[in-house]
């Protein structure tokens, strides 16, 4: 089976390729990309003014199943990644059983291999039921193919438990990637933490419970020589914190979400659910340090944070609603709309963040568009304009934070493992 995809705009960081040419796929794999390829493949598509990228890799997906299929499914998860050009993802712990023993990840990965539509790789829990009072068996959870470990949705409060967990994934070579919250800190908030809280009469979350733990995590890591990645960073502090670490040589990355670059705190005012999540939006100034930690590549990469939710857990009273917003079919269009138009990321910088950093981080041989190189690819007409609409979703779930908002941006055509595995309008 060959696809030929001719005369689009080829955005491929990995190759510092940016520039007008053909891609030829054969089977799985990209086996050529150079200007005017002349043969007949089985399937020609005219990329003429599209961007040609490497599918993107989301690091920080929640999937729901097993265990909360009403929210998500591995098949309707990939379906919504698909739409919105991902072609892999990460799928987080916090299921029900949670991903720390070896039965847990063999029931998931038969799921996966049985209904996903993209590749899913599995992140581990650090502690038995994401409790944060006992380790996990890393060493058996690598076997079952973990590549990294988290508790996301919480963090490891004792700094003895995280300082043996960091050794124990030092020793595995496994990634830590951290939620940086400090219960006691956060207080059982539902919003950010000042005016805009108090004029709502709404408990608040400071940003000391995320960069407070930021910096004790990095603390941590550097102690053990241990590579940490940072998730959902929503606020200037916590970049000032990694920005520093950073420069010290300390082995830390970190991602932000789309609503947190694209949003800011006074968008809760209508009490809306859907602006709701963990950690909350933050002010201005956050908005617009997160959008400058893009540009200067303290952030190194995007990731949904994609964590769906049932119509009678988020369309309630806003104090009673749960925490978290999908993402998928959106990312990469609120990308496009607030970086790419707004001049502060190039091509290259954002399929560097969206695609290639991700696998790096990872460690997966994914992000590229290089000979030899998985024919991961999405195809994206970066002028066409469209309205989110929740109607429009394959996700279970509805909670997304862009609704009725116009993106500009549009997938036309997403391949995964070298077949056309979405087309505009469907998954295939």
């Known amino acids: 089976m060959k696809i030929l995809i001719k005369n689009g705009r080829v955005v491929d960081p990995a190759n510092k390729l940016d520039g007008i040419s053909d ?19 089985d399937t020609t598509i005219d990329a003429t003014g599209k961007i040609v990228m490497p599918g993107l890799v989301d690091m920080h997906v929640h999937l729901r199943e097993p265990g909360r299929e009403d929210k998500e499914t591995i098949c309707s998860g990939t379906k919504a990644a698909l739409k919105g050009g991902v072609t892999t993802v990460l799928a987080m712990p916090n299921t029900c059983p949670a991903m720390d023993s070896p039965e847990a990840l063999r029931l998931l990965k038969g799921i996966i291999k049985k209904s996903a539509k993209a590749n899913v790789f599995i992140c581990g829990a650090i502690t038995k039921g994401r409790l944060g009072q006992e380790l996990v068996d890393l060493a058996k959870l690598k076997k079952e193919g973990v590549v990294a470990i988290s508790d996301d949705g919480a963090s490891v409060d004792s700094d003895k438990l995280f300082l043996e967990a960091l050794k ?45 733990r930021v910096a004790r995590d990095i603390e941590l890591a550097a102690k053990t020589h241990t590579s940490i990645h940072i998730a959902h960073v929503s606020c200037k502090e916590s970049l000032e914190i990694i920005a520093k670490a950073k420069k010290k040589g300390i082995k830390v990355t970190c991602e932000t979400a789309p609503h947190y670059f694209a949003l800011h705190e006074e968008a809760v005012l209508g009490f809306d659910p859907n602006f709701k999540m963990n950690p909350p939006l933050r002010g201005r100034d956050d908005m617009l340090a997160l959008r400058e930690g893009l540009a200067d590549t303290t952030i190194d990469a995007i ?62 041989n994914k992000g590229t568009l290089g000979i030899g190189a998985d024919a991961d690819i999405v195809i994206v007409d970066p002028a066409a304009e469209w309205i989110v609409e929740k109607e429009q979703f394959l996700s279970k779930s509805k909670n997304c934070a862009f609704i009725a908002k116009k993106l500009k941006g549009s997938v036309e055509y997403t391949l995964c493992s070298g077949k056309i595995a979405y087309k505009a309008g469907s998954v295939r």
Request: glycine share 8%.
């Open 303 to 364: 990731a949904s944070d994609h964590a769906p939710h049932t119509e009678n857990e988020k369309e309630i009273e806003f104090e009673r609603a749960e925490f978290g917003v999908t993402g998928l079919e959106t990312e990469l269009a609120v990308a496009i709309t607030e970086l790419i138009e707004t001049g502060i990321l190039e091509w290259p910088e954002l399929a560097g963040k969206m695609s290639l950093n991700p696998a790096r981080i990872l460690g997966l």
């Open 23 to 41: 891609i030829l796929v054969e089977n799985s794999q990209i086996i050529r990309v150079e200007k005017d390829i002349r043969l007949n493949a």
């Open 168 to 212: 124990q994934a030092h020793k595995q070579k496994v990634l830590v990637i951290s939620h940086c919250e400090d219960k006691f800190l956060s207080s059982s908030g539902v919003v950010n933490r000042g005016l805009i809280a108090t004029r709502m009469g709404l408990r608040g979350i400071s940003k000391e419970s995320e960069y407070k």
